[in-house]
Structure formats: C-alpha cells, structure tokens
C-alpha cells in the first residue's frame, strides 16, 4: 500500500503562483510514475502532469509552459510549480501514483486551487 499527501494549495490572484507538493510513504519502491491531476466543478478528472522514476515527463497541453513537474525520488516527493496561474486553473489538484506492478493506483485526498480574477 502507498499512502499519498498533498500540500500547497490555497487562493491566488490570476498571474499568480502556486508549488504543490506530495509525499508519497509505506510501500514507495513499487512507485514507478507520480502525477498530478485536476479536477473542476462539473467536469472530469483530468492529467495535468506526470514524470516516472527516471523522469520522463508528460504534461497536458494546458500546462505547458506554465506548470513545471519535478520529483525527488530520495524524498518520495513529486512536486508541481504552478506559474502565470488562471481563473480556468481552479480545481481540486490530486497527486496520483502508479505502481510497476498490475494494483490500481494510488490517489490523494486532494487539495484546492483557487484563482481568482
């Protein structure tokens, strides 16, 4: 089992930035992609951004150029830099993990963005 926390969300102007971070603990070496996923009022789940162990990178085309996805693998910590932040930025941000093996993934309780105009 892999137990994820979040941290950083909170209320920001437009233009405005925000660091989310989550830590990841109990069965962390099965971890092989963390990420970041986004949901808003009304709409589905959707991927913001995700790395992989080795760090290979994969970002929605909403996030390119503003949001920067990093990880530290010695910390279990997968972090996601939030810059030049929009109103249509606002959701609750969740940290997701995926394991090298066939288990459902891992999601986290979820923490609040909002960006206000």
């Known amino acids: 089992q892999v137990q994820l926390v979040e941290s950083g969300g909170g209320l920001v102007q437009a233009g405005g930035s925000l660091r989310l971070s989550c830590v990841a603990s109990g069965n962390t070496a099965t971890i092989n992609t963390m990420g970041w996923y986004r949901q808003a009022p009304g709409k589905q789940r959707e991927l913001v951004a995700s790395i992989t162990r080795r760090g290979t990178i994969n970002y929605a085309d909403s996030a390119k150029g503003r949001f920067t996805i990093s990880r530290d693998n010695g910390k279990n910590t997968v972090y996601l830099q939030m810059n030049s932040l929009k109103p249509e930025d606002t959701a609750v941000y969740y940290c997701?993990?995926?394991?090298?093996?066939?288990?459902?993934?891992?999601w986290g309780q979820g923490t609040q963005v909002t960006v206000s105009s």
């Open positions: 997701n993990a995926e394991s090298y093996y066939s288990v459902p993934p891992y």
